[in-house]
C-alpha cells in the first residue's frame, strides 16, 4: 500500500468506518510506516485537544432572537405543513441517540475486561516485532538518540534510559499501532531475550503495576506522570519487575 493511498484511508480508520478487510490491510501498512503512523498520532492528538479546550460558548439573547426570527421567516405556517418539521426534529434526536450510544459501545469497557484486550493487543504487537527487521525503528543504545528519533515521531516526550549496568540494556526503539493509535516502544534486551516497553499519552490517574500472561508471555501494565507502560516479554517475571522499578526510579 502506497502512502497516498494510506492517507485516503486513515480518516476512516480513525472514526472506525474502514471494512474488516481495509483496517487489516492498513494496520499492516502501518506498522512499516513511519509517514502514516505520525499522521494517525497527530489525529489522535488533535481529538484530545479538541476534547480538552472550552471551545462551547452559549448563545447570547441577542443572537437567539435572531435565530428565531430567521426561522419564522422560513419555517412553513400552514397547520399541515407543522407535523413534518416535528417529525424531523424527532427523526434527529432520534439519530443524535443513537450515535451517542454507538460511540458509547465503540469506547469499550474500561475495566478488567478492556484491560485483558488491550494487553492481549500488545502481546501480538510484541510476537510481531519478533520477526526478522521488525524489532526497532531506530537500532541505538545512545538515550539521546533514541529519545530524539521517538519524539519526532510519537509527538510527546519520552524519557529514555539505558539501564545497562543492571542488566538491562538500550537497544532501540519504534513506533506501533495499537488500538488503532501510534504508541512509542522502548526495546531492551534481558540475557539475550526482548523486553518491548510500550508508551502513551494516558489521562488517566497514576495506578500501580497490573500483571497478566499471554501465550508464554507475561505484560506489565502501570500509569505514571500521565503516561502509561507496558512491559512485555518472556523473560522471568522478577526481571519484568525489575525493569519496572528501574524505570519508575528515572522518572
Not at 492517507?7 to 487489516?24: H, I, T
Not at 490491510?25 to 485537544?49: F, I, M, P, Q, W
Not at 443572537?63 to 413534518?84: D, E, F, G, I, M
Not at 538515550?143 to 510527546?156: H, I, M, P, Q, Y
Amino acid at each position: 500500500m502506497r502512502c497516498d493511498f494510506a492517507d485516503s484511508l486513515l480518516q476512516g480508520y480513525f472514526d472506525g468506518e474502514l471494512s474488516g478487510r481495509k483496517s487489516a490491510e492498513l494496520e499492516r501498512h502501518l506498522r512499516h510506516c513511519d509517514h502514516c503512523a505520525t499522521e494517525l498520532v497527530d489525529l489522535d492528538l488533535l481529538r484530545d485537544r479538541l476534547q480538552l479546550a472550552q471551545l462551547y460558548e452559549p448563545a447570547t439573547p441577542s443572537l437567539r432572537w435572531k435565530v428565531n426570527a430567521r426561522l419564522h421567516t422560513v419555517a412553513p405556517t400552514t397547520a399541515a405543513s407543522q407535523p413534518r418539521l416535528w417529525h424531523w426534529l424527532a427523526a434527529a434526536a432520534a439519530l443524535l441517540s443513537v450515535a451517542i450510544l454507538l460511540w458509547r459501545v465503540g469506547r469499550g469497557p474500561r475495566g478488567d475486561n478492556y484491560q485483558a484486550e488491550l494487553a492481549g493487543e500488545i502481546v501480538d504487537a510484541h510476537v510481531h516485532s519478533l520477526q526478522p527487521g521488525q524489532m526497532n525503528g531506530i537500532a541505538s543504545n545512545d538515550e539521546r538518540v533514541v529519545e530524539g528519533w521517538l519524539e519526532g515521531r510519537a509527538r510527546f516526550a519520552i524519557l529514555v534510559r539505558n539501564f545497562a549496568n543492571d542488566g538491562f540494556e538500550l537497544k532501540g526503539g519504534r513506533v506501533d499501532v495499537i488500538e488503532g493509535h501510534a504508541v512509542a516502544v522502548l526495546v531492551y534486551e534481558r540475557n539475550g531475550r526482548p523486553i518491548n516497553i510500550f508508551i502513551w499519552p494516558t489521562r488517566e490517574r497514576d495506578s500501580p503495576p497490573r500483571t497478566g500472561s499471554r501465550q508464554s508471555f507475561r505484560w506489565l501494565d502501570w500509569r505514571k506522570g500521565k503516561k502509561e507502560f507496558c512491559a512485555v516479554s518472556d523473560v522471568d517475571p522478577v526481571d519484568l519487575e525489575r525493569l519496572h522499578q528501574l524505570i519508575e526510579s528515572s522518572a
